[in-house]
């Protein structure tokens, strides 16, 4: 197989887009990627000042260096959670997350849950019974109030996050198959809201198998470990199911991600307003929410006696 | 396992439903159930005239004699597509058909491809050179031309097709694969609309599986071949992936198919007036058609100059 670019040895071969490349031009060829993607949706422009949310993985340290190379004004966001798993999963995804920072000069802010509110993202599902033993409500729910807080706080513009092809077109199954009204919401761009920063994915038509190996061509230390409340999820075990059809047909993931988008752009939905409920701000953090009150991560926090709230 | 009903030895036991039955207590549900639905989504009155397409197998044989069990007034539709495919296909399904009938005497009316028009369903697709060497665009057109025809022609009020939950989450997996705009049109009820006879599909909400068992404790001699054409195409794979889905947790497949019934009616995508095309009338057979002039069916007729046409 030979780079459609130089003719060379080539390291990915992408049937999916009938494309094989080198690793000096596959390197080039995922931030030329997400730049289209950036323009394509109007995401952000080179004057405004975007916060990354990183975790330490493959897809958001990628998504921070993509964007520092391409010269957006790009800072990270790390949020420590506090989960071991026995592989000390967050002890290690910080000090990698740090370690990127610093060998590139980089602004890094850092939240640590249990620093700033008193309590990890397991003890705080533990102490409000939520989620049957697995800590992932609590942790979606307390990473989207941090983002949104630091975000608001510090005065980003943008908030990127590293969501790829996978995981998008995982959560679109999802809601697909409940028929949820949150499909009105899947988008590559969120407009800025009710004090919220816009919300962009730009990885979000770069398969996952893509991003692994740009970390791994481009010598990213990232995170090789899973979190290890992931395990037995049903977003692993929607991609499994999204695999078997990119299997049989390269190229199916992205088509329905994409004729999704289109679908959506051409009118197929409802106007999203006309059913998603209007917003109210919550009292102690500012945040909007969508019933009158606390939000639902103060209410938690209130629940746990927080030191903050 | 015991009968949910008279505490006798359960023989169907549904974990979708968290319902074991005996056998005669499982011939009385079925009817129940079809009658549900039948009033739900308004699909007929005893009043009115129904055409059952049948084929000869397991859902459109069970359908005619649960309608008839019903006190329905519902008259079958056999159509001779002119398989072979070494196992006699069509003149096995015709003879079940044609006895199904006569035993309970039944009005049966017949169409034959190549009696009336000249050519069976793989000649017209050899002819024609659509479908790349499968017949089952063309059979598709075909019979549904020759359904709304004989229950236009013969004064039908409703055609009633034998279709079940499994081919009903098929397609509506297949169309939302590709976000298409079909997906508007998906309804367990195709209200009567320019010339053409109401369509329902009163079976839409009872598995596969359930109908295998009606059709087997019930005695009813079906034809236990799938159409040899069938053999690996797309909706057979669709049904595999979502009898996964429905393994790993019972009820995934109605809750899918419900759930877009219902998100559907709470107003989720734009009306479909909106979406879909005017319709025409076909000069060649008067029914209505999406582009002026021929229809698809005629267009195909005048190619291979049929003795009809």
Redesign the interface.
Known sequence: MKCRKCGGKATVNMRQHKLALCSQHYLEWVPEQTERFIKKYEMFSKNEKILVAVSGGKDSLSLWDILCRLGYQADGLYIGLGIDGGIGYSTESHRLTQQFASERGLTLHIVDMERDYGHSIPALAQATHRGKGKPCAVCGLSKRHEMNRIARDMGYDVLATGHNLDDEAAVLFSN????S?Y??RQEPVLPSSDGLARKVKPLCRLYEKEMTAYALLRGIKYIYEECPFAEGSTTI?YKE?LN??EN?RPG?KL??YL??L??KQ?????PKD??LSNLHTCPGCGQPTSAPGLCSFCRMMEKVGSPEI
């Open positions: 697909t198959l409940s028929w009204d499909l009105l075990y199911l078997q059809l049989q199916a088509s329905f004729k999704f289109d679908a051409n009118g197929l939905f409802s006309q059913l």
